[in-house]
């Protein structure tokens, strides 16, 4: 029986960061992986959708370029798309085996569970077993797909997000995307720009629980709309399938379409874990309790990601992993605190956000300062055609703490991480707006949004 130091179960973001950041301190560290190296987001998630996403962007901007000069249009192809972000992801996933074999980290390919709180037994594909035990333990097991009794996952006619990934997706150009969440928003997007007829449902409000604030979100459905994306606002029921398609009623009408991708929310991985045999317990909705440590009732068990966060995304994952990576080295000394984790969408426009929004910040006392600066007038955005969105800013009027940020169009994504350069507390955003900024660019918006709110305190660049 082999011995650790730490031993993590999944191999998704969070369990891959954990052990990193074990085997770079030092530490003796096994993984365990029931499936493919990487996880959900690797090989089912952001990595092949980001891929799709790009390209649906070069298609899109290809179609506006007679004003530039550029003449010819581009067409996707979704079975090459498919094929390339294939290649991608094979390449990320031999990267990550290699840097695991680098640190020292011991792979175990099988099914892990607890045992008790300092052994795991491993369940191997030909059915033989092995049993490790370990100082501590992380848990790490991701989450799955949320299949709707009335919308069934059958193959190559309703599918998730995991089997649209797994195997190249079945022929027909008319597409109906369950959800108004992340998955619906992002692939309406990505679908119509591959030239599908899209029917997206979302019977509730878009991204309701996202955050972001009504002048995000009408730019967002305004800019669908413009690409005849417009959401349906009923849960559809399964009509029936046949040879030819698939139809859904339930708003009024009936929808025929060739394929359905669903949408509709993932569940946390964590029957069968073993957590009856330890202290670790889980809440109503099968997530692991965990204390803002990430430690759960067994003091040297600790849970990330999704198992255990109903945030349910990779950047979460990666953010709890340093948190309980930390705690294990050195104590129970830092805290996991969503709020400060990236929330990107990538869509018509993409959406960032991070920190308090205005009733947040009313409400834990603070008097909120808001700055914008909208790309409108920005060069670099105006010299890429590309001029939605704005830089929206939120601080503290008495000490000019940056409450939290909201960045909308191109490069959202990337932008979102100037708002967040903390250690153990938000900027300051006199900070901000004395750095010097590279012009012509899209971050002089943060420039120009920080501004008007020092303005606002009458303290001037001081």
């Known amino acids: 029986m082999e011995h650790f130091d730490i031993i993590v179960i999944g191999s998704g973001p969070g369990g891959y960061r954990a052990a990193i950041l074990s085997a770079l301190a030092g530490k003796r560290v096994a993984i365990v992986e029931k499936a493919q190296w990487g996880g959900c987001c690797l090989n089912r998630g952001c990595v092949p959708k980001k891929d799709w996403y790009h390209t649906a962007r070069l298609v899109e901007a290809a179609s506006q370029g007679a004003d530039r000069g550029l003449e010819g249009t581009l067409q996707a192809n979704l079975a090459q798309a498919w094929l390339h972000q294939q290649q991608v992801v094979n390449t990320v996933r031999e990267n990550y085996v290699n840097y695991l074999q680098r640190l020292g980290v011991a792979r175990f390919s099988g099914t892990g569970s607890l045992v008790d709180a300092h052994t795991v037994a491993i369940a191997q594909v030909d059915g033989s077993s092995q049993t490790l035990t370990a100082g501590f333990i992380v848990l790490a097991t991701g989450s799955s797909p949320i299949v709707p009794p009335a919308l069934p996952e059958t193959a190559g006619r309703i599918l998730t997000t995991d089997t649209l990934f797994d195997q190249p997706p079945p022929p027909g150009r008319r597409i109906a995307i369950i959800g108004g969440g992340v998955v619906g928003v992002e692939f309406a997007y990505i679908f119509k720009q591959f030239g599908f007829t899209v029917s997206w449902y979302s019977p509730g409000r878009a991204l309701a ?193 940056l409450l939290g940020g909201e960045i909308v169009g191109a490069e959202a994504g990337e932008l979102i991480h100037l708002l967040n350069a903390r250690s153990d507390a938000p900027l300051d955003a006199r900070t901000l707006a004395q750095s010097f900024y590279n012009h012509p660019a899209r971050a002089e918006e943060v420039l120009n949004a920080v501004e008007t709110m020092v303005s606002k305190w009458g303290i001037g660049d001081s």
């Open 209 to 401: 629980r996202a955050g972001f604030s009504p002048q995000a979100m009408n730019i967002l459905l305004q800019s669908l709309r413009a690409q005849g994306i417009t959401p349906i606002k009923a849960r559809p029921q399964l009509v029936g399938i046949s040879e030819t398609g698939v139809r859904l009623g339930g708003d009024g009408s009936d929808v025929e379409v060739d394929w359905v991708l669903l949408g509709t929310g993932r569940k946390p991985h964590t029957t069968a874990l073993g957590l009856e045999k330890t202290a670790a317990t889980t809440n109503a909705a099968g997530f692991i309790n965990t204390d803002a440590h990430l430690q759960t009732a067994e003091p040297n068990i600790y849970a990330i990601g999704d198992c255990t966060s109903p945030e349910l995304t990779a950047n979460q994952a990666l953010a709890d992993a340093t948190v309980a990576i930390h705690n294990i080295l050195r104590g129970n000394s830092r805290q996991r605190d969503p709020l400060w984790v990236p929330k990107v969408v990538y869509s018509a426009v993409a959406l960032a956000r991070l920190g308090m929004n205005d009733d947040q910040a009313e409400d834990a006392g603070f008097e909120p300062a808001i700055g914008f600066a909208a790309y409108a007038s920005s060069p670099q955005a105006l010299g890429q055609d590309d001029s939605q969105g704005f830089v929206r800013l939120l601080a503290d009027m008495d000490s000019g703490q």
